[in-house]
């Protein structure tokens, strides 16, 4: 399934492309997209992982963007 979330606070574009790599290696993502102009991250994996994968996508975003933080769209 995929999820569509704000990145709120995220203000560089190279930090964002980091976010993604990062992401998408995380267990059970099947895909993970950061689009910088518009401040979004969707994630696609299974319904059962999703709420341990948002944790650990968090704490991933906060040691590359630090103040960012994911906010359900």
């Known amino acids: ?8 606070g995220l203000d560089c574009a190279n930090c964002a492309s980091k976010i993604e790599a990062a992401v ?3 267990t059970g993502v099947k895909e993970a997209t950061v689009n910088f102009m518009t401040q979004k991250l969707i994630i696609e ?3 059962d992982n999703m709420s341990a994968i948002i944790n650990e996508a968090q704490k ?3 040691r590359i963007e ?3 933080k994911i906010v359900q769209a």
């Open 1 to 8: 399934m995929k999820k569509r979330f704000k990145l709120e």
């Open 24 to 26: 998408s290696k995380l």
């Open 45 to 47: 994996a299974d319904d």
């Open 60 to 62: 991933i975003i906060g």
């Open 66 to 68: 630090p103040g960012t």
